[in-house]
């Protein structure tokens, strides 16, 4: 299985919703991300797990909250979101290569829309 | 801080043509440079990956070449086809996290 899956696909919601985006990973993956990308631009870094512990914080608002229950599982918590949250909001693993670098698996992404 | 930079945002070729693209980058140096592609509404797809001891990489009709005195790589496709219309982007490689360009939306035309 060389997949990275995210549900939903879409999600709408009001600004004072609170929703959840999950992503999940069978390929033995030991680093996880999530990435904000808005149209007509490239992935941005939001945070960053490796064995299931956070790693990098790129600086989010606290109404973003990462969770990685397990190896295989990332979530990510939305909560008061403003409309110009809205963005694909994209998970990634990697796996390290044997020359050292880490080549990144992206899944399909979720579309948020605040509203 | 370290930047990386796609030199155009479009790059319009005819069918059969060599594409080439242009990545820029300063205040870092990068042991790996990636590129990607992105279909639109999909997540990008890793193509290649070339270290900096390594001056050019090959892939069926993709090549990658990677200058560390220029700070510069291009990504070439060869006889290029409508299906490779996408958006490619080249990553700077930090160990474990990657900054990415802007992207070049390419489109080939039949």
């Known amino acids: 299985d060389t997949e990275v899956t995210q549900t939903p696909k879409h999600l709408v919601m009001g600004m004072t919703n609170k929703k959840s985006l999950k992503c999940e990973q069978h390929m033995g993956h030991r680093a996880m991300y999530w990435y904000k990308q808005k149209a007509k631009k490239p992935p941005e870094l939001m945070f960053v797990?490796?064995?299931?512990?956070?790693?990098i914080n790129e600086s989010v608002p606290s109404r973003f909250s990462p969770e990685c229950p397990n190896s295989s599982l990332l979530n990510l918590h939305l909560h008061a979101l403003q409309p110009e949250d809205s963005a694909l909001y994209l998970c990634a693993s990697s796996r390290r290569t044997s020359g050292g670098s880490y080549e990144q698996y992206f899944g399909p992404g979720t579309r948020l829309t605040v509203t | 801080s370290q930047k990386i930079e796609q030199n155009s945002e479009a790059l319009n070729i005819q069918e059969g043509k060599t594409a080439t693209l242009t990545c820029n980058y300063t205040?870092?140096?990068?042991?790996?440079l990636q590129w990607y592609r992105q279909d639109p509404g999909r997540g990008p797809v890793f193509l290649l990956l070339?270290?900096?001891?390594?001056k050019e990489k090959r892939k069926e009709r993709l090549k990658v070449t990677f200058d560390t005195t220029l700070k510069q790589s291009l990504f070439h496709i060869t006889a290029s086809q409508p299906a490779d219309s996408a958006t490619y982007l080249c990553a700077l490689d930090a160990g474990n996290m990657l900054t990415f360009g802007g992207g070049t939306r390419l489109m080939v035309k039949p």
């Open positions: 797990y490796s064995y299931e512990k956070l790693s």
């Open positions: 070339i270290r900096e001891n390594e």
């Open positions: 205040n870092y140096s990068p042991a790996y």
